[in-house]
């Protein structure tokens, strides 16, 4: 049996009603938008639609005096069964068995591109997400981080989208100055200095490491003298944070040229282990964007001028202020301090207006929930460059909570007090850890449950996805038959109650791709997998797919071949396995 197109079927119904309402109010100046919904119960129909009650203060008629009439006015439809009243004037929507059945066959002869469709129409898409200073290792907040924006990049290409994944190397500024201080630091305390390590540098095991390696490939050669690491008090009357800019002042005079041996170190030995993480939670950029390569080329002084030009930059007390107070924000933001140097809002600026010359139809930044006070800012800066901010969309994702034992654990990357994204994979798992981190909308809470992430029960969401794969890759090598000729089953034998709905919900699954690229939400595929997960082992554990009559078990086998084949796409879009055993 060929497998049949796969119609808009949304898009086929509404154009069913409106010709409806034509036929029923053809003096009525606009029709009201169409909005079918999928009915919770399989007894209330495929799909259910109110308009009746929108029409209803229009035409001054009941809602179901109007639903009556909507419903002898449909026109036929090779898809639809029929449609029935309910309750107030709501219409729900039967689709035709025959047409619920064919799609086996459509899944089946497609295979992994089963779902994908031309939403996006080839707009050139960027995605960027992590951006996590290179300062230490990845720690459980920036997992989620990556776990959201490498799923959403996922979705958004297979709905037809150009996408570009980048992360932006924050390789400039003070956080990497403090980081390359506590690596000389360390190193020379490695080479027998005492010192008075600032309580606020960087305190982890891997900035020890750090030292180590580099006094392993410079041995003595850095050790530089710095009579003021070794001061406690020094220099005085300052505060802590005053004090740890004073000793990298310090550190760059002690060191000389010797400074960006120590910085490139520092920078190259933590992004190369950023980039070495993410690849083994699969995780993977097209373009890996320096920070420092906007200030060497002069793009950042570039940008301020061009807003200076265009009137939004002024000058009070020596320093260079954007207007962004006249952009939305709550107050004008400094992006060039007193003593020259340009703050993180100007590369910023800087970085944005590189993406939009880069000829980019949609941007979308992943950050952190903490940076939402950032956005108007931002958005402000590109208006002002007189560029269309709308261009810019900002997911905010907040950080996971991370509990072990039921008991919250704390993670602060300066003070070393922080489970890495390594230590999270090698204790549940690559699988766990992505599924986990997107079974919440990127902007909620979540909590990280360690111990539920770990078990092989139903109660894990994972586990009971990937189980359901399983069971169906069992099946059929129990079976022992040709699964790809299942593709031109005979699947008129699959008529019971449970049949139909499973056969409704695969129906769903371009529909989940299309909402979740629309929303940028991709945990509603992880919601859809669970979904179909729990119908097929309901399936499964109710009725027998091994039977004696030929033509049943193809089809039943057929079935569950297509709800194997959905699992499949569905993980893969959230960078899941679909394990062949358990």
């Known amino acids: 049996m060929p497998a049949p197109a796969s119609p808009d079927l949304r898009a086929h119904l509404s154009s069913l009603f409106e010709e409806a309402i034509r036929k029923i109010a053809p003096d009525l100046p606009a029709s009201p938008s169409i909005v079918l919904e999928t009915p919770r119960q399989s007894k209330h129909g495929d799909y259910a639609c109110a308009v009746a009650l929108q029409l209803a203060k229009l035409l001054r008629r009941a809602p179901r005096e109007i639903a009556a009439q909507l419903v002898a006015a449909l026109p036929a439809s090779p898809y639809l069964e029929r449609a029935e009243i309910a309750g107030a004037g709501f219409i729900n929507?039967?689709?035709?068995?025959?047409?619920?059945?064919?799609?086996?066959?459509?899944?089946l002869a497609t295979g992994a591109a089963y779902g994908t469709s031309g939403l996006g129409r080839r707009k050139k898409v960027q995605v960027e997400f992590v951006s996590a200073n290179p300062t230490g290792p990845l720690h459980v907040g920036h997992g989620r981080g990556a776990a959201y924006g490498a799923s959403l990049a996922n979705v958004l290409a297979a709905s037809g989208f150009d996408v570009s994944r980048e992360y932006y190397v924050n390789d400039a500024g003070r956080?990497?100055?403090?980081?390359?201080?506590?690596?000389?630091l360390r190193y020379l305390e490695a080479c027998g200095?005492?010192?008075?390590?600032?309580a606020n540098a960087y305190q982890g095991e891997y900035v020890r490491e750090m030292?180590?390696?580099?006094?392993?490939?410079?041995?003595?050669?850095?050790?530089?003298?710095f009579p003021a690491a070794t001061m406690p008090g020094w220099p005085v009357g300052v505060d802590d944070e005053a004090r740890l800019d004073a000793l990298i002042a310090a550190a760059r005079s002690a060191l000389d040229a010797d400074y960006e041996v120590v910085h490139g170190f520092a920078l190259n030995e933590q992004l190369a282990d950023c980039r070495d993480d993410l690849a083994e939670f699969g995780v993977a950029f097209d373009r890996w964007f320096s920070e420092r390569s906007l200030y060497d080329s002069g793009r950042v002084e570039e940008a301020i001028?061009?807003?200076?030009?265009?009137?939004?930059?002024f000058t009070q007390g020596g320093a260079r202020w954007f207007r962004s107070s006249a952009f939305g924000d709550e107050k004008d933001r400094v992006v060039q301090r007193e003593n020259g140097q340009h703050t993180y809002f100007a590369s910023d600026i800087?970085?944005?207006l590189d993406?939009?010359?880069?000829?980019?139809?949609?941007?979308?930044?992943?950050?952190?929930a903490d940076h939402h006070g950032y956005v108007p800012r931002v958005k402000g800066a590109l208006t002002a460059l007189g560029l269309n901010a709308e261009q810019l969309t900002i997911a905010l994702v907040q950080f996971a909570v991370l509990y072990r034992g039921g008991q919250k654990v704390s993670m602060s990357t300066?003070?070393?007090?922080?489970?890495?994204?390594?230590?999270?994979?090698?204790?549940?798992?690559n699988d766990a850890a992505r599924f986990f981190y997107v079974l919440r909308k990127g902007d909620q809470h979540l909590d990280f449950d360690l111990d539920l992430a770990k078990s092989q029960s139903n109660d894990n969401p994972v586990y009971y996805v990937q189980y359901a794969h399983a069971r169906v890759c069992s099946l059929l090598e129990q079976w022992g038959g040709n699964a790809a000729g299942l593709a031109a089953a005979d699947t008129a034998a699959l008529d019971s109650g449970q049949e139909l709905a499973l056969l409704s919900r695969l129906m769903e699954y371009p529909e989940a791709v299309e909402n979740a690229a629309r929303d940028l939400s991709p945990h509603v595929i992880a919601f859809y997998l669970r979904e179909l997960a729990a119908d097929f082992h309901s399936y499964y554990n109710a009725t027998r797919l091994l039977v004696e009559d030929e033509k049943v078990k193809r089809a039943r086998l057929a079935l569950a071949a297509a709800v194997r084949q959905v699992l499949c796409n569905g993980l893969a879009l959230l960078g899941v396995s679909a394990p062949d055993k358990m």
């Open 193 to 198: 200095i005492a010192v008075a390590f600032p």
């Open 414 to 429: 300066r003070a070393g007090e922080f489970v890495t994204l390594r230590e999270l994979r090698r204790e549940v798992g």
């Open 93 to 107: 929507l039967f689709l035709k068995r025959l047409f619920k059945r064919q799609v086996v066959n459509r899944i």
């Open 355 to 368: 993406k939009f010359k880069r000829g980019f139809d949609l941007v979308i930044d992943v950050w952190g």
């Open 211 to 225: 030292a180590r390696r580099l006094r392993d490939r410079h041995k003595d050669r850095l050790k530089h003298d």
């Open 305 to 313: 001028n061009l807003l200076e030009e265009k009137g939004h930059v």
């Open 175 to 184: 956080q990497m100055d403090i980081l390359a201080l506590s690596t000389w």
């Open 350 to 352: 800087a970085y944005h």
